[in-house]
């Protein structure tokens, strides 16, 4: 349970969202759609920076990754290959009297008498019924409240005034077995689907079944041959992709935390297995500590990139805003790992809504997974698909010739022994896989391989709710006459701020400061997005700003229009909405000085 303090900040978080247009909940007039939400004007404007900044950093700026923009609808092979068919599914219960659905994983423990039944009969109706049910009672109170819903449950199937059979009870401890909300036993966990179905066609048949993707990541490693081909990159390099994801989750919560509709923004980076890099370096460098281990270089194994990727990440989250001790770096754990992850990092942001450590402290809710996925992808849809995902590498060709033969042998083995691995898991035959993996193993020693993968994986929304929550402040402010006034203030950093800049006339009935206030803003609109208000006074205005995020803002007044003197002429203030300190700058400099700012 949320503590109440938190669960009231996020209350005032999501009114402001709807208040301000940052987030609406979708199909609002028909009574909404659970997990669906519509990003207003301020909320459109911030994922489109988010996504801005994350693109810019992922590919404008590297040499080694480059874009995709794939359909979101897919051959479903693709989802065979992927394993989402069979294994994309969350465990799930219902109750037994609400038929409410839960995940299995988010039913919380819970200790009391628990008031079994054989079943149930109704004389009146000469009826019998023999299903078994029980309910868990919380300590204290009386057994009558158990029989009233269990009466509730046999009515439901068919009684009408059931006299219950073969009550007993016992203490139950830390239960998952029971509805939180009214006590009635759950059905037992089963897997369901995550994905979206859908039929492609005019035929609605088994033939015609489609997926809309689950996540965007596949697109990449599907169309990884033809990027290699066009984009002219060699190993290790990256395909980045935004776009929108859909997973029909049984329990949305948590304001946007956990949509059915969402985007995400994913990077697949591509690497030389650790045995081609031994055969090219020497050896495969090893990482010496946590924290970002520098310049990439060529005896980089799996293992340094993935530290890589991760620092880079949150180096990202603090760019735009994160302070690195709202975010936790979360190693899973052996067991908790995909089976053909090496290593997965989970960046957490501490929502106000996360559950708490046993030191009470915000424990964090998964931001972004960033995953060494060894060469499972790839593998498998060259398996799927039966076309080749290697590629040649001459300068492993040539390094490998220089080798001596006991460390061919080594070398060639390991990665034969990986592959044979791999094969056996996916359930090839015993000889098929052996005949395979030794194949591979020799295609190694001529230069060709399947490359492994370091993911990281993000959502777009998760974040955008992150800087929704860090953003979020109340603190005093000075209204017209100076008295202090209580504030709301999204202190958005300006890179992702919504409106970047606001401009104000002094005041809307002076034609001269509002020409003046308008050229401002066309001068600054080519640039930045800018938003130009002349209604009310202007505390009012700034306020208004503040609550949107908008960085700075921009007054005009008699100063700018030289009735002071030459000197203050085409000058204005310049405010900043968290110092709200306002320094006189040059309408000439104000472009300069913005970008700067916004950068
Ligand atoms: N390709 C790997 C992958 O999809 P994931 O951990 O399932 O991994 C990656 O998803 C990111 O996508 C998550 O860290 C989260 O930010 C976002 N995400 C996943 N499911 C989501 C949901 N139901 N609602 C909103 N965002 C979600």
Same mark, same amino acid.
């Given at each position: 349970?949320?503590?109440?303090?938190?669960?009231?900040?996020?209350?005032?978080?999501?009114?402001?969202?709807?208040?301000?247009?940052?987030?609406?909940?979708?199909?609002?007039?028909?009574?909404?759609?659970?997990?669906?939400?519509?990003?207003?004007?301020?909320?459109?404007?911030?994922?489109?920076?988010?996504?801005?900044?994350?693109?810019?950093?992922?590919?404008?700026?590297?040499?080694?990754?480059?874009?995709?923009?794939?359909?979101?609808?897919?051959?479903?092979?693709?989802?065979?290959?992927?394993?989402?068919?069979?294994?994309?599914?969350?465990?799930?219960?219902?109750?037994?009297?609400?038929?409410?659905?839960?995940?299995?994983?988010?039913?919380?423990?819970?200790?009391?008498?628990?008031?079994?039944?054989?079943?149930?009969?109704?004389?009146? +109706?000469?009826? !019998?019924?023999?299903?078994?049910?029980?309910? @868990?009672?919380?300590?204290?109170? *009386?057994? $009558? %409240? =158990?029989?009233?819903?269990?009466?509730?449950?046999?009515?439901?199937?068919?009684?009408?005034?059931?006299?219950?059979?073969?009550?007993?009870?016992?203490?139950?401890?830390?239960?998952?077995?029971?509805?939180?909300?009214?006590?009635? +036993?759950?059905? !037992?966990?089963?897997?369901?689907?995550?994905? @979206?179905?859908?039929?492609?066609? *005019?035929? $609605? %048949? =088994?033939?015609?079944?489609?997926?809309?993707?689950?996540?965007?990541?596949?697109?990449?490693?599907?169309?990884?041959?033809?990027?290699?081909?066009?984009?002219?990159?060699?190993?290790?390099?990256?395909?980045?992709?935004?776009?929108?994801?859909?997973?029909?989750?049984?329990?949305?919560?948590?304001?946007?935390?956990?949509?059915?509709?969402?985007?995400?923004?994913?990077?697949?980076?591509?690497?030389?297995?650790?045995?081609?890099?031994?055969?090219?370096?020497?050896?495969?460098?090893?990482?010496?500590?946590?924290?970002?281990?520098?310049?990439?270089?060529?005896?980089?194994?799996?293992?340094?990139?993935?530290?890589?990727?991760?620092?880079?990440?949150?180096?990202?989250?603090?760019?735009?805003?994160?302070?690195?001790?709202?975010?936790?770096?979360?190693?899973?754990?052996?067991?908790?790992?995909?089976?053909?992850?090496?290593?997965?990092?989970?960046?957490?942001?501490?929502?106000?809504?996360?559950?708490?450590?046993?030191?009470?402290?915000?424990?964090?809710?998964?931001?972004?997974?960033?995953?060494?996925?060894?060469?499972?992808?790839?593998?498998?849809?060259?398996?799927?698909?039966?076309?080749?995902?290697?590629?040649?590498?001459?300068?492993?060709?040539?390094?490998?010739?220089?080798?001596?033969?006991?460390?061919?042998?080594?070398?060639?083995?390991?990665?034969?022994?990986?592959?044979?691995?791999?094969?056996?898991?996916?359930?090839?035959?015993?000889?098929?896989?052996?005949?395979?993996?030794?194949?591979?193993?020799?295609?190694?020693?001529?230069?060709?391989?399947?490359?492994?993968?370091?993911?990281?994986?993000?959502?777009?929304?998760?974040?955008?709710?992150?800087?929704?929550?860090?953003?979020?402040?109340?603190?005093?402010?000075?209204?017209?006459?100076?008295?202090?006034?209580?504030?709301?203030?999204?202190?958005?950093?300006?890179?992702?701020?919504?409106?970047?800049?606001?401009?104000?006339?002094?005041?809307?009935?002076?034609?001269?400061?509002?020409?003046?206030?308008?050229?401002?803003?066309?001068?600054?609109?080519?640039?930045?997005?800018?938003?130009?208000?002349?209604?009310?006074?202007?505390?009012?205005?700034?306020?208004?700003?503040?609550?949107?995020?908008?960085?700075?803002?921009?007054?005009?007044?008699?100063?700018?229009?030289?009735?002071?003197?030459?000197?203050?002429?085409?000058?204005?203030?310049?405010?900043?909405?968290?110092?709200?300190?306002?320094?006189?700058?040059?309408?000439?400099?104000?472009?300069?000085?913005?970008?700067?700012?916004?950068?």
């Amino acid at each position: 349970m949320a503590e109440p303090k938190t669960a009231e900040l996020m209350e005032k978080i999501v009114s402001l969202c709807k208040r301000r247009g940052l987030i609406f909940q979708s199909s609002e007039i028909y009574g909404g759609l659970n997990g669906f939400w519509d990003y207003g004007p301020l909320g459109s404007e911030l994922k489109r920076n988010i996504k801005d900044s994350w693109w810019r950093s992922m590919t404008r700026f590297r040499e080694d990754v480059v874009g995709l923009e794939a359909s979101i609808i897919m051959h479903p092979r693709i989802w065979e290959a992927s394993g989402h068919t069979s294994t994309f599914s969350d465990l799930m219960v219902d109750c037994l009297l609400t038929k409410k659905r839960f995940r299995a994983d988010q039913v919380d423990p819970q200790s009391g008498t628990a008031y079994f039944y054989s079943g149930a009969s109704d004389t009146v +109706l000469g009826k !019998e019924c023999g299903d078994a049910f029980s309910v @868990l009672l919380p300590p204290g109170k *009386p057994p $009558e %409240s =158990a029989r009233k819903t269990a009466r509730l449950f046999y009515q439901d199937r068919g009684l009408q005034e059931p006299t219950l059979l073969g009550e007993r009870n016992e203490p139950v401890q830390n239960t998952t077995r029971y509805n939180p909300e009214n006590g009635s +036993l759950l059905t !037992e966990p089963r897997p369901f689907n995550l994905m @979206l179905k859908t039929y492609v066609g *005019p035929v $609605e %048949s =088994a033939d015609n079944i489609s997926y809309l993707r689950p996540e965007t990541a596949q697109a990449i490693f599907v169309q990884f041959k033809n990027v290699l081909e066009v984009s002219r990159q060699k190993l290790p390099f990256g395909i980045c992709q935004i776009g929108k994801a859909f997973r029909n989750e049984i329990n949305p919560r948590n304001f946007t935390f956990r949509s059915r509709e969402f985007e995400q923004m994913e990077l697949e980076f591509f690497i030389k297995p650790d045995e081609a890099i031994e055969a090219i370096c020497g050896s495969v460098a090893k990482p010496t500590g946590r924290g970002h281990p520098g310049e990439p270089q060529p005896n980089w194994g799996w293992q340094l990139w993935h530290q890589y990727w991760v620092e880079e990440r949150l180096a990202f989250y603090e760019s735009i805003g994160l302070p690195r001790n709202s975010l936790v770096e979360y190693w899973q754990k052996p067991d908790e790992l995909a089976h053909y992850a090496r290593a997965t990092v989970d960046v957490l942001f501490k929502f106000p809504f996360s559950k708490r450590d046993a030191n009470g402290e915000l424990a964090g809710e998964e931001l972004e997974g960033i995953a060494a996925r060894s060469d499972f992808d790839l593998s498998q849809h060259q398996r799927f698909s039966g076309k080749s995902m290697t590629v040649f590498d001459e300068e492993l060709k040539t390094a490998w010739t220089k080798l001596d033969p006991a460390k061919q042998t080594e070398l060639a083995g390991r990665y034969q022994q990986t592959r044979l691995s791999y094969l056996t898991k996916t359930g090839e035959a015993p000889e098929k896989a052996a005949r395979m993996a030794q194949e591979e193993a020799e295609g190694l020693g001529k230069g060709y391989f399947v490359p492994h993968v370091i993911e990281p994986s993000a959502g777009v929304d998760r974040l955008a709710l992150a800087l929704i929550c860090n953003a979020y402040a109340e603190d005093q402010a000075p209204d017209e006459k100076g008295k202090m006034e209580s504030r709301v203030v999204m202190r958005f950093h300006p890179r992702i701020a919504p409106v970047k800049v606001a401009v104000f006339p002094l005041l809307k009935n002076k034609p001269e400061l509002v020409n003046k206030a308008k050229a401002v803003r066309d001068l600054l609109r080519a640039e930045m997005s800018v938003f130009y208000d002349e209604a009310g006074a202007i505390g009012r205005r700034y306020r208004r700003q503040d609550e949107a995020g908008t960085p700075f803002g921009i007054t005009i007044d008699f100063d700018t229009l030289g009735e002071k003197g030459p000197e203050l002429q085409d000058t204005v203030t310049l405010r900043e909405r968290d110092t709200m300190k306002q320094e006189r700058v040059k309408i000439g400099d104000l472009l300069r000085i913005l970008t700067e700012k916004i950068r």
